[in-house]
């Protein structure tokens, strides 16, 4: 499949995924951003080498994580939890599109670790640092620099705002 056409689909893809949540019910939305989801998860089997394939995994994420809006189940949970995993080995180029399935997956991780408040400012540091010189760099200091305080880790908020300071 060429570039163009992948852009086109692409676009194509995120239109309809912007009118799904434009629709008149929630049972239409609910049906619309599945559709979405099945189309997405079709062309990535079709072309699972293609070059935008992060950017049709990050609309079938969002679509997931509307449609978990609508309806909490674990069948809605898990899928959206299996997409995450996919994003998070996207590559540093398309740092932006994995940031967010990164942070529900440390979530997730330190939820079911029972994690502590330094354990989660530990792994706080470690997500800033995984997304340094990438694209994804300013959001996940803007992220970073909201959660942190709710962690109690004023030291990190710190560090996060003098780095956004420095490189932005």
Known sequence: MDSTRQKKISRLLQKELAEAGEASSKTRMRRAYKGVVRDGEKL????SAAPNRYRILDIV??????????????ENRDALLETCAK?????DEVADLRLEADLLLMERELSIKKADVKERAGALEKL???YRDTPGEAKSL?????????L???DLEMQI?????ERF
């Open 142 to 150: 803007m992220l970073a620099s909201q959660i942190a305080p709710k």
């Open 44 to 47: 990535l089997k079709s072309s």
């Open 128 to 130: 800033i640092a995984r």
């Open 61 to 74: 994420f969002q679509s997931q994580k509307r449609l978990l809006a609508l309806e909490n189940s674990d």
């Open 161 to 165: 705002l003098r780095t956004m300071q």
């Open 87 to 91: 994003l998070a080995g996207a590559p």
């Open 152 to 154: 109690e880790a004023f």
